[in-house]
């Protein structure tokens, strides 16, 4: 459940506004395409970690098949993209209000949210799961009637005639309106969406029975983000025409899923599926502010971060490195007062880049750990990706030139150029530890 609470957030409720401006309809496509790409993903992380069921996950990982190097600097680029994920996620927290108290200053959201998610993760950690369940199946459970209501308007069940599948092709430019390159250019900012599905390696030291309950809840969480959001957003889009929720990325003003419902004009679904996408970006800021804390624990357990962050109170909660990994949500509290319409923009965008760079060097750590099996190793693991190879090589070539098409994507050009300046501070860093 924590890792289907990571994966379903403000990615799919509030990102797809924009995905949806680049692709049109066509969006459909692009989000079967992130789905390929995130099963090579699941199978690929789940195959080791069944071997390694570690803390530290794949970093760990890649320190061994590739390089100490590589192993510091992905678990410290995937602390730092999740802690500006965390701050998008109370940002878009903040704007989703805006739709119910528009005379409220946004940053009171932001700020306040963000306290309460503190003090759940300083707390005992079955009770940080006890909050993830209910956030998790709150938005999981809306996510099937948001579908079961849109097949019925659009199949005609109720008193109101049925509004057919014409949204589709029928409004501007048709299915693809921007043609095969709006498809690729969204894709962007759907696979985005998929990334929370590293989240089964990163809590595999804390599974019981690794070897039967990775691979299990790798293949259900893969497949029911295909089914959420592939319904999901074609539900949404035979509904409505996709001009009128398609958002350019610079003036994200509310979630897609909202409007669809205020358009509708059905009492209090608009204000319910407000409801739901608020506990969805909750529920993906909190599993993600406990996956952060794990990995700079990890880090510090490595000697590369700094020893304090190692320190667990009674409870046997890392709260130091609790408050570190706080320190996107003070950002966003910041941008909220000071930039409020650019804030989600400039966390989430920042990070995609960290993101795609995660992702690479897990499928060339794969290669590498299949690489270091005997054939008896190989034929004893529960479960195994098929063609390996081949999906590991299309799943990086896909992902360098997703990375490649940022700087055509508005809202996303400087997500490389802010990258590399971090990857080699991050390397900075490394050199002067291994020397001490």
Do not use: C
Request: glycine share 10%; net charge positive.
């Amino acid at each position: 459940m924590i890792a289907m609470g990571s994966a379903i957030g403000v990615g799919l409720f509030l990102g797809s506004t924009v995905t949806i401006g680049l692709a049109g309809p066509g969006v459909i496509i692009t989000y079967v395409a992130g789905a390929v790409i995130a099963l090579i993903m699941g199978y690929a992380l789940a195959e080791m970690a069944v071997v390694h069921p570690l803390a530290g996950s794949f970093g760990v990982y890649a320190e061994q098949y590739l390089s100490p190097w590589f192993g510091f600097v992905v678990r410290a680029t995937y602390a730092f993209v999740q802690i500006l994920a965390i701050g998008a996620e109370v940002t878009a927290v903040g704007i989703y209000f805006v739709f119910w108290f528009p005379r409220v200053p946004q940053w009171v959201w932001v700020a306040t949210l963000s306290l309460g998610l503190v003090v759940i993760n300083t707390a005992k950690v079955s009770r940080f799961g006890e909050f993830e369940y209910w956030f998790a199946l709150i938005k999981i459970v809306a996510i099937l009637a948001f579908i079961s209501v849109g097949m019925g308007l659009i199949l005609g069940l109720g008193p109101a005639s049925a509004v057919g599948f014409s949204n589709l092709f029928n409004g501007p430019g048709g299915f693809l309106p921007h043609g095969w390159r709006g498809v690729w250019l969204a894709l962007t900012l759907v696979i985005t969406s998929y990334m929370g599905v590293e989240v089964i390696a990163v809590t595999a030291g804390e599974a019981a029975q690794p070897e039967s309950s990775i691979p299990r809840a790798m293949k259900r969480m893969v497949l029911r983000l295909i089914i959420f959001y592939v319904l999901a957003i074609g539900v949404m889009l035979m509904m409505t025409p996709w001009h009128e929720i398609g958002q350019s990325g610079r003036g994200i003003t509310g979630s897609p899923f909202v409007r669809v419902f205020d358009s509708a004009g059905i009492p209090y679904a608009a204000g319910i599926m407000n409801l739901v996408v608020i506990s969805a970006a909750l529920s993906s800021a909190n599993s993600n502010l406990y996956l952060t804390t794990r990995m700079l624990f990890s880090l510090s357990r490595s000697g590369f971060a700094p020893a304090v962050l190692a320190a667990v109170n009674h409870a046997g909660v890392p709260r130091r490195a609790v408050v570190v990994a706080s320190g996107g949500m003070a950002g966003a509290i910041l941008l909220a007062v000071y930039a409020p319409g650019q804030a989600f923009l400039a966390l989430y965008g920042t990070a995609v880049a960290g993101m795609l760079f995660i992702w690479i060097v897990i499928l060339f750590t794969y290669l590498g750990f299949r690489s270091a099996l005997s054939p008896r190793q190989v034929a004893a693991l529960p479960i195994r990706m098929p063609a390996h190879r081949a999906a590991a090589v299309f799943g990086i070539v896909s992902l360098l030139a997703i990375t490649a098409t940022t700087f055509f994507v508005e809202g996303l050009e400087f997500t490389v150029p802010s990258f590399l300046p971090f990857l080699v501070l991050m390397s900075i860093v490394y050199w002067r530890v291994k020397k001490t």
